[in-house]
């Protein structure tokens, strides 16, 4: 199998495939999506490959082995949004997608990035609303029917991107069209769609666009931002419900903690993730006061996310983790769980600044944390960093 890990792409007439049957059931089922489809990816278990070899069909240059019937069938409705519609193979073998769009044009590809772990790839930068019949085959005769997961997703520059803050894409597409090379996590302070953020996850932005778990991606522009602090103030058009902040005294030491958000965007789940733990420190690195240390495990992209108390409050905003190489270098000694989130107190100061009327909680009663997360859901999403 070829090394190179770009897309092969390449589109040929619907008769040169004669042995595929568009007209027949579906293997492993059929699903309706509409553009900005919740749950994204979509994950469906099959088996790969069967008795049809692509190699006889000297139309296109697309290799491997696959069954004669469709494995799986998508009917896709557009909307207004603007969405890419992508399709992935994942198995421990080589595999292959071909793909029949709406137009009746077929789409193959057996090499798309060994990196990831993805074999096969097919991406619709402006797919078309319609049936998409789809094959997940193998490359090799001898792998028929291995076990395949074949992910079906609108975030295919996210997982390529490995949806990380310091992603290193190159930022534009050869067409010119933005593209993802961040993200981190935000969260709604108003019911009028006023986020919060780190000043680090905006700053080299050119656009932002904001989603909240089963929704529409909307624009997101910045209204103010604090460096030093690294805070910024965005603005969207949508209606959220706005996460409160502690009113009940300052944070202790020891007490427990909640933080949601979006960590490695693309490779952990699309819904958010939450982890727990407690205020290791009241202050931040040299006694930084204007930050706190927390326990909670924290990735790239949770930046910007909130933290929570037991009683459903905003307390803090995630901001960074302990860099292990500076201290490695400079004691000897590598840091282990050591992260830092700005201290509520500096993000309404900063929030009243910019004339922001903030909601404040008036709950005294402790929450589970499943209850935590339900809420967390309706206010805190993604943010997508494109240039």
Request: hydrophobic share 40%.
């Amino acid at each position: 199998m070829r090394s190179s890990t770009f897309l092969l792409l390449m589109a040929i007439t619907p008769a040169a495939v004669m042995a595929q049957d568009v007209s027949r059931d579906a293997y492993f089922g059929e699903i309706s999506l509409s553009a900005g489809f919740a749950d994204d990816p979509r994950v469906i278990d099959m088996v790969a490959g069967g008795s049809v070899n692509l190699s006889q069909a000297n139309q296109f240059d697309c290799n491997g082995f696959v069954s004669d019937a469709p494995d799986y069938q998508i009917d896709y409705s557009t909307g207004s949004a603007d969405f890419e519609l992508s399709f992935f193979a994942e198995s421990t073998v080589d595999t292959v997608l071909l793909i029949n769009a709406p137009d009746g044009q077929w789409h193959c590809n057996d090499d798309y990035s060994e990196e990831l772990g993805l074999t096969a790839g097919v991406t619709f930068e402006r797919p078309l609303a319609g049936i998409y019949d789809i094959w997940v085959g193998v490359y090799n005769e001898g792998d028929v029917y291995a076990e395949t997961e074949l992910y079906i997703t609108e975030l295919a520059s996210l997982l390529t991107d490995q949806g990380s803050e310091t992603s290193g894409s190159s930022g534009t597409a050869a067409n010119g069209s933005p593209q993802v090379i961040g993200s981190g996590t935000a969260f709604a302070v108003t019911n009028e769609g006023h986020l919060i953020t780190n000043y680090h996850v905006i700053s080299e932005c050119s656009s932002l666009r904001f989603q909240l778990p089963g929704a529409l991606a909307i624009e997101a522009t910045v209204v103010a931002t604090n460096e030093s602090f690294d805070l910024a103030l965005l603005k969207t058009d949508s209606t959220t419900r706005a996460a409160p902040f502690r009113t009940q005294g300052r944070i202790r030491l020891g007490d427990d903690i909640v933080v949601y958000g979006f960590p490695l965007l693309g490779d952990l789940s699309s819904s958010g993730n939450l982890t727990n733990g407690l205020v290791s420190a009241l202050t931040g690195l040299g006694d930084d006061l204007s930050t706190f240390q927390i326990s909670a495990q924290i990735q790239p992209g949770n930046s910007g996310g909130p933290v929570f108390d037991i009683y459903g409050a905003v307390v803090g905003v995630v901001v960074s983790t302990a860099n292990q190489d500076y201290f490695a270098q400079q004691s000897g000694n590598i840091p282990q769980n050591v992260n830092f989130a700005i201290t509520s107190d500096i993000t309404q100061s900063f929030l009243r600044a910019n004339n922001i009327r903030y909601e404040l909680s008036d709950n005294s009663e402790e929450l589970s944390t499943a209850d935590i997360a339900e809420r967390a859901q309706t206010m805190t999403g993604a943010l997508l960093c494109y240039r």
